[in-house]
C-alpha cells in the first residue's frame, strides 16, 4: 500500500507541473477529480498494489484523452451557439462533426479496455468497469441541479 500512496504522490505532483501552463482553477478540480475516482475504482475494485501499479498509467492517460475529447467537444459547442446567433449553421455538417466525436471517445475507450484486459483479470476488469460506474452515479447524484430535479420527479 505503501507504493500506491508513493506513486498516487507522484502522479498528482506531475500532473499539477504539467497542467501549471494551463488554467489552474478548472484543471485542480480536474486533477482532484481524477484523484477521488482512482481512488474509488481501487477501493471499490479491490486492486492489488501490483494492479494499481499497472493500471494507474493506464487510467491516467485515458482520463487525459476523454477530458481532452470534453474540452473540444465544449468548445465545439459554444462555437455552434455563436453561429446559431449570427446565422443558420450548416446542421449537417454539425451532425457529422458531432458523430466524429463520439466515434474518437468510442475508439478512446477501445483502446483504454485493450490495455486493461492485458493487466487485469476478467472478473478484476468486470469490477473496475463496475466501479467507474458508480463513480459516475456518485457524482450525478451528488450534483445540486439532479438533486433539485429528482425532488421534483423530472
Known amino acids: ?25 478548472n484543471c485542480s478540480k480536474v486533477i482532484e477529480m481524477h484523484s477521488q475516482k482512482w481512488k474509488f475504482i481501487v477501493e471499490q475494485a479491490i486492486l492489488t498494489d501490483k494492479e494499481v501499479d499497472a493500471v494507474l498509467p493506464v487510467f491516467m492517460e485515458y482520463e487525459k484523452n476523454v477530458w ?9 459547442f459554444n462555437n455552434v451557439e455563436r453561429l446559431e446567433k449570427s446565422s443558420k449553421p450548416n446542421y449537417s455538417q454539425l451532425n457529422d462533426q458531432y458523430l466524429e466525436f463520439e466515434i474518437t471517445q468510442a475508439q478512446l475507450f477501445k ?24 463513480f459516475k452515479r456518485k457524482l450525478l447524484h451528488e450534483m445540486p441541479n439532479f438533486q433539485h430535479r429528482k425532488a421534483q420527479g423530472n
Not at 500500500?1 to 482553477?25: D, G, R, Y
Not at 484486459?117 to 468497469?129: G, I, M, Q, V
Open 111 to 134: 483502446i483504454y479496455h485493450l490495455k486493461l484486459k492485458k493487466l487485469l483479470s476478467p472478473e478484476t476488469l468486470f469490477n473496475y468497469y463496475k466501479a467507474e460506474r458508480s
Open 68 to 76: 481532452s475529447q470534453h474540452a473540444k467537444k465544449r468548445g465545439f
Open 1 to 25: 500500500m505503501k507504493m500506491f500512496k508513493n506513486n498516487f504522490i507522484i502522479l498528482l505532483i506531475l500532473t499539477s507541473s504539467i497542467t501549471n501552463a494551463q488554467e489552474v482553477a
